[in-house]
């Protein structure tokens, strides 16, 4: 799809309101997985929604590889450094494997001037905290070194 693409929360409720009208007139869930750029996947979690609000929550909610490195670009970027490329370029040498439109997404509030004052707190999962407690000490990142350091102050 060339050009900008409809708000997720836009896309997400007009899809909804499609799969539970069609369900409503009989037709199967495989009749509306034909539909473009649905599969039948998504047509059976947009189904099994009672609401809207249920799928919104799950999408805005969801971790993603960036999360890690969120400290890292707001520290970053509070420094002067705004070029999205380049700090790309950073954070794949502390071991991020996305791409620069993953990196783009949360620098748009940078961006308008909606820069939040404190750091963000990363997305904490079990599997992350698990991260945090056995990873050794010289394989951390830098951000995880300086947060954890008793030396800096609270």
Same mark, same amino acid.
């Given at each position: 799809?060339?050009?900008?693409?409809?708000p +997720?929360v836009?896309r997400t409720?007009?899809? =909804?309101q499609?799969?539970h009208?069609?369900i409503?007139?009989?037709?199967?869930?495989r009749a509306?997985a034909?539909?473009p750029?649905?599969?039948?996947g #998504?047509v059976?979690r947009?189904?099994?929604?009672?609401d809207?609000?249920q799928?919104l929550?799950? %999408? &805005?909610?969801r971790?993603?590889?960036?999360?890690? *490195?969120?400290? *890292?670009l =707001? =520290?970053?970027w509070?420094?002067g450094c705004? $070029?999205? %490329?380049? +700090?790309?370029?950073?954070?794949?040498?502390l071991? *991020?494997r996305?791409t620069i439109n993953t990196v783009?997404?949360? +620098?748009? !509030?940078y961006?308008?001037?909606?820069?939040?004052?404190?750091a963000? +707190? !990363?997305?904490l &999962?079990v599997?992350?905290?698990t $991260?945090w407690?056995m990873?050794?000490?010289?394989r %951390? =990142?830098?951000?995880d070194?300086s947060?954890?350091?008793? #030396?800096? !102050? %609270?």
């Open positions: 799809m060339h050009g900008r693409q409809r +997720l836009a409720r007009e899809r =909804h499609l799969i009208e069609r409503q007139r009989g037709d199967s869930l509306i034909r539909e750029c649905l599969s039948r #998504t059976l947009f189904a099994r929604a009672a809207v609000e799928l929550v799950a %999408a &805005t909610d971790p993603s590889m960036i999360d890690d *490195y969120r400290l *890292y =707001h =520290h970053r509070m420094e705004t $070029n999205a %490329a380049a +700090l790309t370029r950073e954070i794949q040498q071991g *991020y996305g783009h997404r949360p +620098l748009r !509030p961006r308008t001037g909606a820069i939040p004052p404190d963000p +707190l !990363p997305h &999962t599997r992350r905290v $991260n407690i990873r050794r000490p010289d %951390a =990142h830098e951000v070194q947060r954890d350091s008793p #030396t800096e !102050p %609270a």
